[in-house]
């Protein structure tokens, strides 16, 4: 592909960012605010990367659904796939847990696994049967937590591997993805129940409805503010960020990208909500005021799907049809002059 003029004249301006696109391998786009966005090949193909998180060992660990394989991508862009024990485990989100290893929840493998940043390999059955492990993040109690979207439950593990689980009060709920809340407990959504769930470190559940009817809530994270923050993607009245206090009042705030489908979000390190737009090709940023804005990513149709902080202070992000890796540098434009570490 030829190479655009912006990025031409980014090279020529800056010798040291030439070598750092160079290395990377990476498409650039600038955006407003002197933000930009780079991308790396996975090297499997069709490997449908999901989940992504930034681990203890300085580099963003993601999960390649398709291709079997938990991917290690360091902040200079080099990547280390390693291929999970249980075939066509279906490896979805992914957590660093308390123990400094990797866990993830394996969807088809009806497992929670686990990696070290070496690459050594647990895996742990969930006692129901095809319960459909989705989500899994850290919870405040030095154990994992995950949701498990087909048994309707939340489950809780230990860093031993011992697996304990709490049926949700609403049937056929869809539990999707959960993270730890700044009150000591862990929130998560409901997909088909179009509601916000909280359940505390000793199992007791409590379920608060959202406004918008049908709005198929899907990824949460806690905001820099306190409260916590979804994306709800579907339905008459969805395409919105949700925020919940920890009180459970909900307010709700519209994309102005229609039919967007937002699904990962995350806290970043410049004090926003950060969250991407699977079907708008685009990464969305919002105050904790509600205030948004909204970035296109260079390759189309790329389907950004899970989004995290990374160790380096700026957005990670996998692209699900593009089968790349993404990242929103969120520093000030001279800043990109620095080497990636």
Known sequence: MPESSLLKSARARNPRLRTVLTLLGASLVSVAGGLAITELPIPTATSLPSGITAGPDGAVWFA?????????????????????????????????????????????????????????????????????????????????????????KIGRITTGGVVTEFPIPTPESDPYVLAAGPDGNLWFTESEANKIGRITTAGVITEFPIPSPDSFPIGIAAGPDGSLWFTEFDGSTGNKVGRITTAGEITEFPIPTPDSQPRGITAGPDGNVWFTELAGDKIGRITTAGVMTEFPIPTAGSQPLRITAGPDGNLWFTERSGNKIGRVITAPRRSLVVPFR
């Open 64 to 152: 390649e659904f398709g291709g079997n394989k938990i991917g290690r991508i360091t902040t200079a862009g080099a990547i280390t796939e390693f291929p999970i024990p249980t075939a066509d485990s279906g490896p979805a989100l992914i957590g660093t847990g308390p123990d400094g290893a990797i866990w993830f929840a394996e969807f088809y493998g009806n497992k929670i696994g686990r990696i070290t940043t070496a690459g050594t390999f647990n895996e742990f059955p969930v006692p129901t049967l095809d319960s459909g492990p989705y989500a899994v993040a850290a919870g405040p109690d030095d154990n994992l937590w995950f949701t498990e979207s087909e048994a309707n």
